[in-house]
């Protein structure tokens, strides 16, 4: 996912990675749940507390942060946007968030800071009630029917839904991928891994493994449910052969690959939030190799989040749940009170901004448009005592830019297609304006020019 992310062009189905995780994700639940049941220690409880442990410090640790650079390097309209993505994602309710604000394969998900936490938002929403579900059906010796009731219906809804963003956000149409890896714990709870002959094993392991390599190569986007079985089903072999076979142990158990599992939960959660801070503050697109960087920055984090957050916060001996709580409600509670502070503030400075902006920026432009758009895609060479000016509008403002350009010994920043947009009318709410400048610059740069 990291690298699909970064548009590593074979890894393009990088985002079947999810599919994966919510099939390890239901296993090992699944599995954990059923060897507290024979151990009669499981209660909601400790269910629970796990799931705070594992999954909310270093949640708030990396949303913290991000909130800070968001303040602090993004302009105001950026700001209020991620400001109520982050409600939703402290909610873990930002798969329904994106379902209404984005769709995934479009080109302006890359600039949305917390798209990832839907995933996040499936899970946990689908461990609100499956716990209690299978613990009434496991005593009863119908935790199987249960599974595969979910299963079955998940999938028929996901086979038959005519609305693509519900099915890729949306826990009902997820919640069988899930399941598969529950009916996977079930299964393995009684007998364990493979057993059979080892050709047979690594037959089942290699497949599995050619599964989700293939599905990370071909999946296309957008994908139907149909290609998403592929990557599941790859998974479920993996799992099924586990530690009985060589193939899984080379690729999956050596040091790099047990390392970066460690990480995985960390490397999740700040990926997104480096690269797409980045696409924002950059002058037009990135490339992989400026990705390389940020990749290396990630890993920093993730291992300066795994050692000082995540481990110490899961150890029951070092720290009671009562200190854990203490710690959560000291990064939430600001977050969800400030919020909705924010957003109204950072609103006003929008509103306030587009009339500035409006004062020095001409919507109307002639009709001579004998300018090249080649002229745009040129490099260029600020001088020191050069002014900058940022162009804000519609089709009109690009022929104007190029009129200038060529018409004058002036020097202008480097247009990307994010500055202009054709039938925009130039507005810092429609978030058409790259950040080759901040955006807090921006008035006092169109003032000079206008002086």
């Known amino acids: 996912m990291i690298l699909d992310h970064a548009k590593l062009p074979l890894f393009s189905g990088g985002f079947v990675g999810v599919d994966i995780f919510f099939v390890i994700s239901g296993f090992l639940i699944t599995y954990i749940t059923i060897e507290d049941i024979r151990k009669e220690r499981f209660t909601i409880w400790r269910f629970y507390e796990r799931r705070i442990r594992r999954i909310i410090p270093a949640l708030l640790t990396v949303c913290s942060a991000t909130t800070i650079a968001v303040l602090l390097l993004l302009h105001p309209e950026a700001a209020r946007h991620y400001i109520n993505s982050l409600i939703a994602a402290l909610l873990f309710a930002a798969n329904f968030f994106f379902y209404f604000e984005s769709d995934y394969f479009a080109q302006s998900a890359d600039l949305e800071i917390l798209l990832h936490l839907w995933s996040l938002g499936v899970e946990e929403q689908f461990y609100i009630f499956f716990p209690l579900l299978f613990v009434f059906f496991y005593a009863r010796k119908k935790a199987v029917i249960l599974i595969a009731t979910i299963f079955t219906v998940s999938l028929m809804l996901a086979l038959s839904a005519g609305d693509a963003n519900a099915t890729f956000y949306l826990l009902p149409y997820r919640a069988w991928e899930l399941a598969a890896g529950a009916a996977l714990a079930v299964y393995y709870s009684r007998r364990g891994a ?176 004998s300018a090249t758009w080649a002229a745009m895609r040129q490099p260029v060479v600020v001088e020191e005592d050069s002014v900058v000016i940022a162009v804000v509008g519609n089709s009109h403002a690009k022929d104007m830019t190029n009129a200038l350009r060529l018409g004058s010994d002036m020097q202008f920043i480097k247009f990307d297609p994010h500055i202009t947009n054709s039938r925009c009318s130039p507005s810092a709410k429609d978030r058409l304006l790259s950040l080759a400048l901040p955006m807090r610059k921006v008035k006092d740069e169109a003032a000079r020019c206008a002086g």
């Not at 076979?245 to 999956?252: E, N, Q, V, Y």
């Not at 502070?341 to 001409?362: C, F, M, P, W």
Request: hydrophobic share 50%; aromatic share 10%; glycine share 6%.
């Open 194 to 369: 493979l057993e059979l002959r080892k050709p047979v094993v690594e037959t089942v392991a290699f497949a599995g493994l050619a599964a989700m390599a293939a599905a990370i190569v071909l999946v296309p986007d957008e994908p139907s449910p149909l290609y998403l079985v592929l990557p599941v089903a790859g998974a479920v072999l993996v799992i099924l052969a586990g530690e009985n076979s060589r193939i899984c142990k080379l690729f999956l158990a050596n040091s790099i690959a047990v390392y970066v599992g460690r990480l995985s939960y960390s490397l999740y959660l700040w990926h997104q939030p480096v690269y797409a801070i980045t696409r924002e503050r950059a002058i037009g697109e990135l490339q992989f190799v400026d990705y390389l960087p940020l990749i290396a920055l990630v890993f920093v984090l993730s291992h300066l989040t795994y050692l000082l957050v995540e481990t110490p916060l899961r150890n029951r001996q070092k720290l009671q749940i009562s200190g854990v709580f203490v710690w959560i409600t000291g990064l939430a509670l600001p977050m969800l009170i400030l919020g909705p502070v924010l957003n109204t503030g950072i609103t006003r400075a929008v509103t306030s901004l587009d009339g500035e902006i409006g004062k020095y920026v001409s919507y109307h432009v002639g009709p001579d448009r």
